[in-house]
């Protein structure tokens, strides 16, 4: 019996549990995959703003007191991208590990059964693995796929979301620093084909970043939370209902 | 090292000639409870002297058979032997019920894929160990007859585990009123 017919036979019989999983890894990455793009999207607008606020001089005092109060903004953006990242990804674990749990409890005297016929631990917990992985995989594909039939939906609401966000961690720092003061001297010098708001931010869609990304990282944080799942949870279970069907 | 794999050889030709190849030997154990204990201490010998893997189960209670595969991949599971001249009609290469799901069978057909798939996988032993209220008189000797013409056809034991002693009495040259005790120490002396 080859090992990956029994893999998917036992993916098949277990369908409404993967479905339920597959659903919750389709969400999985597509946040994922949207909140790496958002950072990626805000990293390229702060190179945007420096490069145009260099266009007034390097040395000019409102730049260089608009440039600390951007690259603070752009700092906290990135932390919180980041810390909404890692909020997503131990929540994924954690589904995961519970949902992990209870297939393992269900699927008891299916252990067993492959015990009976001589299954190694390690063969019992790769198709365990393997079952995962296939459901992960389709729910990456499923993800991917609707990442590129809404493409330039996804760009366009990002950029604005993200400018949103700037333009709100922005308003924070404008009451300790007089930031439309500078920005009324700096401009008052000057004629620039950006206004006060595209020098901060993109307009409705950036020009440089016209995909997202982050699809390696999701997978490879998906992938990785199953391994660590079945090798940390089913396998030692497994092992230790090895002992109860063939006692040593 | 090599005197363990020595004594592991010694164990194995001592286990073989105790249970010769083709026969059905029939173990008597007073009750059931009895009777898991020497299944479980049959387990630990075997795993023991190394013969897990010529080992195969027949239970009406812990099956092994995995209900969501076909009768075909239950009965494959542990390899495929060449010569399937043994196997039943209902379980011949053409048979319909080859490709339904196992979870289609009933108890006693559940019986005898388990034996069926042992000898597929060129099992040495296949250890027998059932309930009183499965196996009635009529059924069991269906059941051994037909275990005995396919035994004819390969290199296998059958160890049949029973409270009945009415089947030792049937088959006096290759019943064991006190089960032998099979531990490494008692067979390699």
């Excluded at chain 1, 589904?95 to 390690?122: P, Q």
């Excluded at chain 2, 494959?76 to 379980?91: A, C, M, Q, R, V």
């Excluded at chain 2, 035994?151 to 089947?167: A, G, I, K, R």
């Amino acid at each position: 019996m080859h090992f990956f017919e029994r893999t998917f036979s036992g993916f098949r019989y277990h369908r409404r549990y993967y479905i339920v999983m597959m659903l919750l890894s389709v969400a999985f990455c597509l946040i994922s995959i949207m909140l790496i793009t958002s950072a990626m999207i805000d990293q390229s607008a702060q190179g945007a703003f420096l490069q145009r606020l260099n266009s007034f001089g390097a040395q000019n005092k409102e730049a260089i007191l608009l440039s600390t109060q951007v690259g603070q903004a752009h700092a906290k953006m990135v932390q919180s991208s980041q810390a909404l990242l890692n909020r997503v990804l131990i929540l994924n674990g954690i589904c995961w590990l519970i949902g992990t749990a209870w297939l393992w409890h269900h699927r008891r005297s299916e252990t067993d059964a492959l015990y009976l016929v001589g299954k190694s631990s390690m063969s019992i917990g790769l198709q365990y693995a393997f079952e995962a992985f296939f459901s992960f995989w389709i729910s990456f594909m499923i993800s991917v796929f609707l990442i590129i039939l809404f493409n330039d939906q996804l760009i366009e609401f990002l950029t604005s979301a993200n400018r949103s966000v700037f333009g709100h961690l922005l308003q924070e720092g404008y009451q300790s620093v007089d930031i439309n003061k500078a920005f009324r001297q700096l401009f008052a010098r000057h004629l620039t084909g950006f206004t006060r708001e595209t020098l901060f931010y993109y307009g409705s869609r950036t020009d440089d970043i016209t995909q997202p990304t982050g699809f390696l990282k999701t997978l490879g944080s998906g992938m990785a939370v199953i391994l660590i799942t079945n090798l940390g949870l089913v396998t030692p279970l497994s092992m230790i209902r090895k002992r109860r069907v063939m006692p040593r | 090292m090599l005197f363990r794999s020595k004594q592991l050889d010694v164990y194995r030709e001592n286990l073989a000639k105790l249970f010769a190849p083709k026969t059905i030997q029939y173990l008597y154990v007073p009750d059931e409870t009895s009777l898991n204990d020497l299944r479980d201490q049959y387990i630990k010998n075997f795993a023991s002297g190394g013969l897990l893997k010529q080992l195969a189960f027949i239970s009406s209670r812990d099956t092994g058979i995995l209900d969501y595969l076909s009768v075909r991949n239950n009965l494959y599971i542990n390899g495929h032997s060449k010569n399937t001249d043994f196997l039943p009609e209902w379980l011949n290469n053409n048979s319909p019920i080859l490709d339904q799901p196992a979870a289609t069978l009933d108890t006693m057909q559940r019986l005898y894929l388990q034996f069926y798939r042992g000898l597929m996988g060129k099992k040495r032993y296949l250890l027998l160990s059932g309930r009183a209220e499965v196996f009635d008189p009529q059924v069991t000797r269906a059941f051994l007859t037909e275990a005995h013409r396919a035994l004819q056809q390969t290199d296998s034991c059958l160890l049949v585990l029973t409270t009945d002693q009415s089947l030792l009495s049937a088959n006096p040259q290759n019943a064991w009123k006190q089960p032998p005790v099979l531990s490494l120490n008692t067979l390699v002396k």
